[in-house]
């Protein structure tokens, strides 16, 4: 089975800049998931998408941060404009809410830095 | 209140060592109890889980979760350098449309020195 894909894997900007970053997640996971995790913190998610709506975007920076999950596969997390502190690695989960305890698998994640 | 706590240490053992782990949590409402580690430059990946309150054995691992104290551990027995990791405590909640979510504490650094 192959994992939860991430690209790009690194990405430098200057504040106010926007960035995008893409996910494929497991094959037939309906459940998709953005994390933020900062250098020395838990990841905190940001958003949460059951096929191609939205469950759960209540700490999601709307003014900056947004998301799709078209046809219920890919997603696309974007920010625009960038400021200083959204430098963290953003990760990807999927799940397939088979088992009550919810296995979420997460992809490498994307390194993102604001300069 | 961060809804689960984790010490984020760092925590240096020598190898060979029982490791111990721990978190508290707030909300009675969270059902699975789960550890995840982390490995420098990679996403978190599953240890185990757990449901109830009580011990789960896997390998030199041990997950405990103590409901009434709302308490979870994780034990590593014999630990070696391949060890060394972030471990992530978490929780899940369900969040309705039969899917649920997961909250995080801030992950204990682990060195296990040769």
């Known amino acids: 089975e192959a994992g939860v894909a991430q690209s790009p894997r690194y990405k430098i900007i200057e504040k106010r800049q926007s960035v995008a970053f893409w996910c494929n997640p497991i094959?037939?996971?309906?459940?998709l998931y953005w994390y933020q995790q900062i250098l020395g913190q838990g990841p905190k998610l940001l958003i949460q998408?059951?096929?191609?709506?939205?469950?759960?975007d209540s700490q999601l920076p709307k003014d900056r941060f947004s998301a799709e999950r078209l046809k219920g596969v890919d997603s696309t997390l974007k920010i625009q404009p960038a400021k200083l502190e959204d430098s963290a690695v953003y990760l990807c989960?999927?799940?397939?809410?088979?088992?009550?305890?919810?296995?979420?698998?997460f992809g490498a994640g994307s390194r993102l830095t604001v300069l | 209140q961060k809804e689960v706590e984790q010490d984020p240490g760092p925590l240096s053992v020598p190898e060979g060592a029982i490791v111990s782990l721990n978190c508290t949590y707030s909300?009675?409402?969270?059902?699975?109890f789960m550890w995840y580690r982390q490995y420098s430059r990679k996403g978190p990946e599953l240890l185990m889980y757990?449901?109830?309150?009580g011990n789960k054995e896997d390998g030199r691992f041990t997950a405990q979760v103590d409901k009434s104290s709302k308490y979870i551990s994780l034990f590593i027995r014999d630990s070696q350098p391949s060890d060394s990791a972030t471990y992530l405590c978490?929780?899940?909640?369900?969040?309705?449309?039969?899917?649920?979510?997961?909250?995080f504490g801030k992950g204990t650094k682990l060195s296990v020195i040769p």
């Open positions: 989960a999927s799940s397939s809410n088979t088992q009550g305890a919810n296995v979420l698998t």
């Open positions: 094959s037939g996971h309906a459940t």
């Open positions: 998408f059951q096929n191609n709506g939205v469950v759960d």
């Open positions: 909300n009675s409402a969270f059902q699975y």
């Open positions: 757990t449901y109830s309150s």
């Open positions: 978490a929780s899940t909640l369900y969040s309705g449309a039969g899917s649920y979510q997961l909250t």
